[in-house]
């Protein structure tokens, strides 16, 4: 069973940034993919940014340039950074997890793709 614990969302202005952390328990996040997605009030789930064990990295169109992703292994705990953030970022992010393997980067973009999920964190970002 694989646990992941959320951190680090709040309110901030436009342009300021934020670290979303993800701590996991029960597998090595080292071995599995990760991704990061997010959902506003009245939307769908939405993918923000997921990354393959061998480091290959999707980003939506959306966040590209502004946020990026990372794992420290020995803490066994990913990271969303966001930089210049906009009021459209505003949303609920989640942590994902899977134990399933996919040849193409684009299936890691899917929500159905992901075993295990953060409980959430909210993200509000002021005009």
């Known amino acids: 069973q694989v646990q992941l614990l959320e951190s680090g969302g709040g309110l901030v202005q436009a342009g300021d940034s934020l670290r979303l952390s993800c701590a996991a328990s029960g597998r090595e996040i080292r071995n599995y993919g990760v991704g990061w997605f997010r959902q506003a009030p009245g939307k769908e789930r939405e993918v923000v940014i997921v990354q393959t064990t061998g480091g290959t990295t999707y980003y939506s169109d959306s966040v590209k340039g502004r946020f990026t992703i990372s794992r420290v292994n020995a803490k066994n705990t990913m990271y969303l950074q966001m930089n210049s953030l906009k009021p459209e970022d505003t949303a609920v992010y989640y942590c994902?997890?899977?134990?399933?393997?996919?040849?193409?980067?684009?299936?890691?973009?899917?929500?159905?793709?992901?075993?295990?999920w953060g409980q959430g964190t909210q993200v509000t970002v002021s005009s």
């Open positions: 994902a997890f899977t134990l399933r393997y996919y040849s193409d980067i684009m299936d890691y973009a899917r929500v159905g793709a992901y075993d295990y």
